[in-house]
C-alpha cells in the first residue's frame, strides 16, 4: 500500500500533465480535420479521422455537440465512400449508433464491419456492448471471448466483462474485472490519461453501488486529481456526497457539472437531490431544465434519453402515462433488465399492478441484482399483497448495497 500510494504522489503529475496535453491535442486534431473538410467537402479520410476526436473529447467533455457532430462526419464519410471501401467509416458510424443508444443499428454496422475485415477488435468490442444492451447476453460473451484471444486481455474487454457480469447479478466478478481494467489503465504506456479517469471513475461506481463509500471516495479523488473539471468525475463525486448527507456540496458539484455540459440528465440528477432534501423549489427549476433538453433532443429526432425520461416521468415530473409510452419506446431500443424495470416502475405508478409484477419478474429474470432494481421489485411484490417475496427482496438489495435508500441518480 505505501509503494503505491507513493507511486500515485510521483506519478499522479505527469498523468494530469497528461490530460491537458490530450485535451489540447484533440483540439488541435478536431481544427485541423474540419478545415480539411471545409477545403475538400467529400475528404471521407478527413471525415473519419474528425469524427474520431469528436467521440474522444465528448467522451471527456460530455459535450452532446460533439457527438452530434461526429454523427454527421460519420455520415458524411459513408455518404462520399460506401462501407465496402470504408472500413472506417463504418467503426466510426457504430460508435456513434453506440453513443446515441441506437443499439440494434450499431449491431448491424459492426456485423458489416466484421465481414469486410474479419477478427477486428474493434468490432468484437462494439459488438460485444450492443448485444448487452439488446440483453444478449450470451452473444455479448462469445464477442469478449473472441476480442481477448485477438488482441489479449485489457481495459476495453475486463470493462465489457464487468458490465457483463453486472447485467448477471455476478456482482464480485463484476468488481473483479474493473479491477482488472483499472490495473491496465494504469499501466499504459504512453499514459492514457482519458483511460484512467474513466477507470477509476467505473470502478468508484460499482463500489457506490455496494455501499462502500470509502472506496468510491478514494477513487473518485485519485481521478478528480487527475481532471479536476471532468464533467464525468464531477457527477459522480456529486452523487456521492448526496448520498454522505453532503447535499449543499453535491448540488454545487452538480450544477457545475450541467452548467459545463447542458447535459439534461445532469439538471435532472439536480432537481432529484433537491427533491430527495426537500427543496421543492429549486428542484422544480432545475427539472424544468432537464425536460427542456430532453425535449429538444427528441426533436432532433434522437433516442439518447428515452430511457431517462421513462424515469423522469415515473419519479421526478410524475407523469405515469408518459413514463410507460417511454418505457414501452425504450424497449423497443434495449431488452434490458434496465429497460423491464424501467416499464415495471412506469406500470407500477399508473396503478397497473399485475403488469408492473410481470415487468419487473422479466427484470429480474436477466439476473440484474442492481439496488435500484431490487427495490422497485421489492416495492411492487409488496403492494401486490406477496409480503415474504416482497421482504426478500428488500433484504438482498440491503446485501448489495447497505445504503440503498440513501441518495442515489438513475442512471
Known amino acids: 500500500m505505501i509503494l503505491r500510494a507513493l507511486l500515485i504522489v510521483f506519478i499522479t503529475p505527469l498523468v494530469a500533465a497528461a490530460a491537458d496535453a490530450t485535451t489540447a491535442g484533440l483540439d488541435r486534431g478536431i481544427s485541423f480535420f474540419e478545415d480539411r473538410l471545409k477545403r475538400d467537402p467529400e475528404d471521407f479520410i478527413a471525415a473519419n479521422q474528425l469524427a474520431d476526436r469528436l467521440l474522444r473529447r465528448q467522451r471527456w467533455t460530455g459535450s452532446l455537440a460533439d457527438l452530434r457532430r461526429a454523427q454527421e462526419v460519420a455520415a458524411l464519410s459513408l455518404k462520399v465512400v460506401p462501407g465496402e471501401l470504408n472500413r472506417d467509416g463504418i467503426a466510426a458510424s457504430a460508435q456513434v449508433a453506440l453513443a446515441m443508444h441506437r443499439f440494434a443499428e450499431a449491431r448491424s454496422l459492426v456485423g458489416q464491419l466484421d465481414q469486410l475485415n474479419p477478427g477486428n477488435p474493434t468490432a468484437a468490442q462494439l459488438l460485444a456492448s450492443a448485444l448487452t444492451e439488446l440483453g444478449d447476453l450470451t452473444s455479448a460473451e462469445r464477442a469478449l471471448d473472441e476480442l481477448i484471444q485477438r488482441s489479449g486481455a485489457g481495459v476495453s474487454s475486463h470493462a465489457g466483462l464487468a458490465r457483463l457480469a453486472w447485467s448477471r447479478g455476478e456482482l464480485d466478478q463484476a468488481g473483479s ?8 489503465a494504469r499501466e499504459a504506456e504512453p499514459p492514457a490519461p482519458e483511460v484512467l479517469v474513466w477507470a477509476l471513475v467505473q470502478r468508484g461506481e460499482h463500489a457506490f453501488r455496494r ?11 485519485e481521478a478528480q486529481t487527475l481532471a479536476p ?3 464525468s468525475v464531477l457527477e459522480h463525486l456529486a452523487e456521492l456526497r448526496g448520498a ?21 440528465e445532469l439538471w435532472q440528477a439536480l432537481g432529484d437531490l433537491h427533491a430527495f432534501y426537500k427543496r421543492p423549489a429549486e428542484a422544480k427549476t432545475a427539472h424544468d431544465r432537464a425536460l427542456a433538453g430532453y425535449r429538444d433532443s427528441l426533436a432532433r429526432g434522437e433516442v439518447l434519453y428515452v430511457h431517462h425520461l421513462a424515469g423522469f416521468f415515473s419519479d421526478s415530473q410524475e407523469d405515469a402515462a408518459q413514463a410507460v409510452a417511454f418505457a414501452r419506446r425504450d424497449l423497443e431500443l434495449r431488452q434490458s433488465g434496465a429497460a423491464w424495470d424501467a416499464l415495471a416502475w412506469a406500470l407500477y405508478r399508473q396503478g397497473d399492478f399485475p403488469a408492473a409484477e410481470e415487468a419487473s419478474a422479466k427484470a429480474l429474470a436477466t439476473g440484474l441484482a442492481d439496488p435500484h432494481v431490487l427495490y422497485h421489485a421489492a416495492t411492487i411484490r409488496l403492494s401486490a399483497g406477496a409480503v415474504k417475496e416482497g421482504q426478500a427482496l428488500l433484504r438482498r438489495c440491503a446485501e448489495v448495497n447497505p445504503h440503498f435508500a440513501a441518495f442515489h441518480i438513475h442512471r
Request: a negative charge; hydrophobic letters at 45%.
Open 244 to 264: 454522505q448527507g453532503r447535499d449543499m456540496e453535491a448540488a454545487q458539484l452538480f450544477e457545475q457539472a450541467a452548467k459545463a455540459t447542458d447535459r439534461p
Open 229 to 231: 473539471e471532468n464533467w
Open 211 to 221: 455501499g462502500d463509500h470509502a472506496a468510491a471516495e478514494k477513487l473518485y479523488a
Open 177 to 184: 474485472h474493473l479491477d482488472a481494467a483499472l490495473a491496465s
